[in-house]
């Protein structure tokens, strides 16, 4: 998991970021959101699993080939957790997925990679946009909640692999740079339209964002929250070796 370079010590946590479980999902439309919230995670979990798989078959060796297939059994793993979370607070968890399934289909389909360098540039910016607005979001969820959320955020390793390769393919080819940096571009700009429409879709995920659940986020807050993500974007794209 990644730390800002400006990390100071964090505030105590107030209202229902101080509360639990029990009392917080006391209150209808947080309960909702919470289960949106983790209907989206672990879909976005199993489609990390089926994409990281999907990769492995373009991995140019034996070594690189078992490395994503040890990261997609991470993601695999998240995803169980998350659907067991949605278990216990009697849940169905495809019922909580499914309002999910089409947004991130979409989004999968129209950025699929052509290549393996493709594959690893989409899969760590692509998926650390996402983590980057979940842990946002996680900052104003109960303490169980929130726990579960960034345990499942925590890094599987792609990250450090994806800049290991992509960083020595450049090196190889300079021509690769160029072509790699409008990729992530365009990942860039798809990711957030997606995520913005996901929380559009869903009333109590967008309630929670402008703060009529959660304590802390406003409309303003909102356009801050998506500055810090594109600010974290670029400093991912400069440690890949591209402009952003």
């Known amino acids: 998991m990644e730390t800002s370079d400006n990390a100071t010590e964090a505030p105590a946590p107030t209202g229902i970021a101080a509360q639990d479980w029990a009392t917080a999902s006391a209150e209808p439309q947080y309960r909702a959101a919470v289960v949106d919230l983790l209907g989206a995670l672990a879909y976005g979990e199993l489609a990390a699993f089926e994409r990281l798989a999907e990769d492995a078959k373009l991995a140019p060796t034996l070594a690189d080939k078992a490395e994503l297939a040890k990261m997609a059994s991470a993601e695999f793993h998240h995803f169980e957790r998350l659907t067991d979370r949605l278990t216990a607070i009697e849940t169905e968890p495809t019922g909580a997925m499914e309002p999910f399934a089409k947004a991130l289909d979409d989004f999968h389909r129209q950025t699929a990679p052509s290549d393996w360098l493709e594959g690893l540039v989409k899969a760590y910016v692509g998926d650390s946009i996402a983590s980057d607005f979940y842990r946002e979001v996680a900052a104003r969820l109960d303490s169980d909640t929130r726990s579960l959320v960034l345990a499942v955020l925590d890094d599987t390793g792609h990250g450090n692999f994806a800049v290991e ?73 400069a440690a890949l070796g591209l402009a952003a």
């Open 165 to 237: 390769k992509v960083r020595a393919a450049i090196e190889a080819d300079p021509r690769v740079g160029g072509r790699l940096a409008l990729w992530a571009r365009r990942l860039m700009g798809e990711a957030l339209s997606q995520a913005q429409r996901v929380v559009a879709d869903r009333d109590a995920l967008s309630t929670m964002l402008v703060g009529g659940v959660a304590d802390g986020f406003d409309l303003a807050e909102v356009g801050r929250m998506f500055s810090r993500i594109t600010e974290a974007h670029t400093k991912r794209m």
